[in-house]
């Protein structure tokens, strides 16, 4: 399998994202199993490629020439590049990974010949992010929040100091408006036609839930949502997500201007795949909250 990830100068983000994305932190795949192509869309600071290399020997390096402030073109580059059968797209460098993200998703490709699969997305910090930057949350706050968890040595504590993304928010049982690691074989990116190019504007806009929406709306696939494993945005100042003020007007513009319609969140019937063992007791609760009423007598809930 491949993995593209995007980056655009994340120079503290980007070692622990690949390292997150490591055989030392991956469980159930060795590095000839995947590799991890990480294309530059441009940066202005360079990250150490000598130090993602030494965490990560499967991992090659793209960079974009005459990068625009989108990230898409940078994604088609990956996936034109991608030598894996199955491949994964990150849009967001920034955004680590649990440790059974590979190879839950490698799995769950095998449900069903034409697979869409996709995860949970989370925020590190103690709210969703455009709040907590709000209330004075910052890269020196996440780099403690961080050396404390004990993540490198079990990342699935990353999901003690995180929260539901705003597109994940509705939890486990229901998909999201979003995914922010997509995996399909690569003749199914090649039907898909990959990240539409038309989005142009800073950090793609509505793109990634565009490909998404359109990845669940293609015919005879089954989408697959994996349960238990996710990725964790860290706090690096984005266009979006770090963002007290919101883009969405602008981004759904540009939507419209493309899509000729209001965008709608897609609604397939998924299947779930995975394990919730890992997790803490309240993002369940959360999930199990959201979707039943737990007041009610155990025999009458649904």
């Not at 993602?52 to 994604?75: E, F, M, Q, W």
């Not at 709306?217 to 949502?225: I, K, P, R």
């Not at 979006?240 to 759904?252: D, M, R």
Request: hydrophobic share 40%; net charge negative.
């Amino acid at each position: 399998m491949t993995v593209v990830l995007v980056a655009y100068n994340m120079a503290r983000e980007i070692p622990r994202t690949v390292k997150s994305l490591s055989a030392t932190m991956q469980r159930g795949l060795g590095h000839a199993d995947y590799e991890i192509l990480l294309v530059d869309n441009g940066s202005t600071q360079a990250f150490d490629e000598a130090l993602c290399k030494s965490l990560a020997p499967n991992l090659r390096v793209l960079r974009v020439p005459d990068a625009g402030p989108s990230p898409v073109h940078a994604i088609n580059m990956g996936l034109a590049a991608a030598q894996g059968e199955l491949v994964g797209v990150m849009i967001d460098g920034a955004r680590m990974a649990s440790p059974g993200l590979l190879a839950t998703a490698l799995a769950a490709s095998r449900v069903h010949r034409r697979a869409v699969v996709g995860t949970l997305a989370f925020h590190l910090g103690p709210d969703v992010q455009p709040r907590s930057v709000a209330n004075g949350y910052d890269q020196q706050a996440e780099d403690r929040l961080l050396a404390s968890s004990g993540w490198d040595s079990d990342g699935y504590r990353l999901f003690d100091i995180s929260v539901f993304a705003g597109s994940s928010q509705d939890g486990w049982f229901v998909v999201p408006a979003e995914t922010n690691a997509l995996f399909l074989r690569a003749e199914l990116w090649s039907e898909l036609g990959g990240f539409d190019e038309g989005f142009v504007g800073p950090g793609g806009g509505l793109a990634n839930l565009d490909t998404w929406s359109r990845a669940c709306a293609l015919a005879d696939t089954q989408v697959v949502m994996l349960l238990g494993e996710g990725t964790f945005h860290q706090v690096h100042g984005g266009i979006a997500t770090n963002s007290p003020i919101s883009k969405w007007p602008t981004f759904h513009e540009e939507y419209v201007r493309l899509r000729g319609r209001a965008y709608e969140r897609p609604r397939p019937t998924p299947t779930f795949y995975g394990s919730l063992a890992a997790i803490p007791r309240a993002t369940l609760e959360h999930s199990l909250h959201r979707h039943y009423d737990l007041s009610t007598p155990h025999a009458s809930r649904p």
